[in-house]
């Protein structure tokens, strides 16, 4: 078994990304193929969602499913178990802080697993489809009403 040392782990977790990750290159890759176009990583209010699509005022959020709290329970934390686990904590606490912050400003907040957009990429893409559907309609009936 190998067993890490603190400055290994500590090298290993700066290597992670905290934007462009997979994920979001995907998730973002599907949506400029089809022609809908955004902003990456841009500050709204006081949070930077991963992808931004201004027109539509639609926040999209890819949670990695360990960051994010998704695996928490399933996947019991050995070491240094009570730091990740107040990390995660606070984590998901800011993730409600955000979109709650972003939802009482009219923002439409979408937020999807890493494992939903691994595994089932175009639900999550007919998602935002959807969304930008119901505001073009909102829109477009206050318009002529």
């Known amino acids: 078994m ?19 990750t997979k994920i979001e290159l995907i998730f973002r890759k599907a949506l400029w193929k089809l022609g809908i176009r ?14 931004v699509i201004t027109k539509y005022k639609i926040a999209i959020f890819c949670d990695g ?14 070491s240094n178990s009570k730091y990740w686990n107040e990390k995660i ?7 409600l802080e955000n979109t709650i912050e972003l939802r009482d ?13 691994k595994n089932n990429l ?7 489809i959807r969304n930008i559907a119901l505001v073009e309609n ?4 206050r318009k002529n009403n």
């Open 2 to 20: 190998f067993i890490e040392t603190p400055e290994q782990r500590s090298k290993n977790m700066k290597a992670i990304k905290s934007h462009d």
């Open 38 to 51: 955004y902003r990456k990583n841009f500050k709204v209010f006081s949070c930077h969602p991963d992808i």
């Open 65 to 78: 499913d360990f960051w994010h709290g998704k695996i928490l329970e399933k996947r019991k934390i050995k």
């Open 89 to 95: 904590k606070r984590n998901k606490e800011r993730d």
């Open 105 to 117: 400003n009219g923002w439409i907040v979408l937020r999807f697993w890493e494992t939903d957009i």
């Open 122 to 128: 175009n639900a999550c893409i007919n998602e935002v």
């Open 138 to 141: 909102n829109h477009h009936f």
